[in-house]
Structures are given as C-alpha cells and as structure tokens.
C-alpha cells in the first residue's frame, strides 16, 4: 500500500533556528514528491522534487530527493514567526497522477 | 503563475439541501481536477479526481451519488454536495494539474462548508 511518512509530527523552535522537516515515502510508480505550506486556507506549493541528489531553494527554504533511499527533507534557515504552518509532503503515483499525502508536520516559530 | 479559483469560500446550508463547489483554473488547461475533503488537523483526503470529459473517480468510501462531480471543460469543475448533513461539514479543497506539468498541482484557496 502506498503511503507518505513525515516527521516529526509536530515541533516548536524559536526564531531564527533552523529546522529539518523529513518525509519518507513508498510510492508504486513514483514520479515526483512535492511540498506544500498550510496555514488558514489551502495548501500553498512549494516544490516538486523529481531527480534525486539535487537541492531546490527558495529564499530560505531548500529541499532535496533521496531515491534510493525514498526520502526528502525540507530544510528552512533562520525560521520567521510567519514559517508557522502546517508543511505537507506528497508522493506523485501512477498514471492518474494521484497525490498520496503525509499527516504533515506542524512547525511552531516562536519569536 | 498558476491559479485556481474557489468558491464559495465559505457556506452555511441547512440539512437537507444541495451545495456547489466551482473550482476554475484562471490561466492554465486543468485537464485533472482533484477534490479533497479536511478535517480539523488532519491531512487532505482525496476524494475523487475528474478527467475533463469522462467520469469521475471515486476513492474507496466515498459515495459518488452524494458527492457529484463534473468537470464539463478544461477549466472548470464543479463538486455538488446532495442532501447535506452537519457530517458533511468539512474543508472542502479543489486542486489542478496543469495539462502542461509545469506548475505542479495548483490549490484552490478552500470552501468551508457548514451544515446546519
């Protein structure tokens, strides 16, 4: 059965510290994990993640895919009060495209 | 890049009556279209995915005569909840595959639905 893993469920760090947010996956026909940030509303795409062993960045945020070992991390530097969020991480299967969620991991950034 | 718009954001309906959900793709050809139900603190769960033209497919437990799905052109898709009940409160959230693959999947921002 398909299924995404991420850890740790949820976790509390003061600013400026920097955070690693872990997602293993086991994923029947895998094509591409991605990352998305929930606050209030609807998850906001972070990245897409297809080719193992290269880091994608955004400002402060970068991620990268292990492929033999089925995992990604996401990595945020120097964490804000506004990196506060719920951070889903999802595996890509099959031909339909469908997305197989992880739980998330709920980031806590006090000031 | 890449939007997909909601609405309603949010709604309040008594039991007993129906509910459209319309999710549009703005700039791009949403060719798949994904419908997601949240619970407070508890992750998305897929509910059905629709092909622009054909029928929807329905996730295990997820009553397809309930929860109606059309997605009639490459930038619309609508998700009518039948017969609502307070269990059908929920977050109801669309998301769209760019035909293209360059934008990954786009979120629509969210219905809240609340059922009285």
């Known amino acids: 059965e398909d299924k995404v893993v991420q850890s740790p469920l949820s976790l509390v760090v003061h600013e400026g510290d920097t955070v690693t947010l872990n997602c293993s996956y086991e994923?029947?026909?895998?094509?591409?994990l991605l990352w998305y940030k929930q606050e209030k509303k609807a998850p906001t795409f972070l990245f897409m993640l297809?080719?193992s062993g290269i880091e994608k960045k955004s400002g402060r945020l970068s991620s990268i895919l292990d492929k033999k070992e089925l995992f990604s991390i996401l990595n945020i530097t120097a964490t804000q009060t506004g990196d506060s969020a719920v951070y889903l991480c999802?595996?890509?299967?099959?031909?339909?495209?469908?997305?197989?969620w992880g739980l998330g991991t709920s980031l806590g950034v006090n000031p | 890049g890449a939007v997909v718009s909601q609405h309603p954001s949010w709604v309040i309906c008594k039991s007993g009556t129906s509910v459209k959900i319309e999710c549009r793709s703005l700039?791009?050809?949403?060719?798949?279209m994904f419908w997601y139900r949240q619970f407070p603190k508890q992750s998305l769960m897929l509910m059905a995915t629709?092909?622009?033209?054909?029928?929807?497919?329905?996730e295990q437990g997820v009553e397809k005569d309930k929860f109606l799905i059309n997605h009639a052109s490459l930038t619309l898709s609508t998700l009518t909840v039948t017969s609502a009940h307070p269990e059908d409160s929920s977050f109801y959230i669309c998301?769209?595959?760019?035909?293209?693959?360059?934008?990954?999947?786009?979120f629509g921002s969210g219905t809240r639905l609340t059922v009285v």
């Open positions: 998301s769209a595959r760019d035909s293209g693959g360059r934008h990954g999947y786009t």
């Open positions: 700039d791009f050809q949403a060719t798949t």
């Open positions: 629709s092909n622009e033209g054909s029928k929807a497919t329905y």
């Open positions: 994923v029947t026909n895998f094509r591409s």
């Open positions: 297809t080719s």
């Open positions: 999802a595996g890509n299967a099959g031909n339909n495209r469908k997305l197989i």
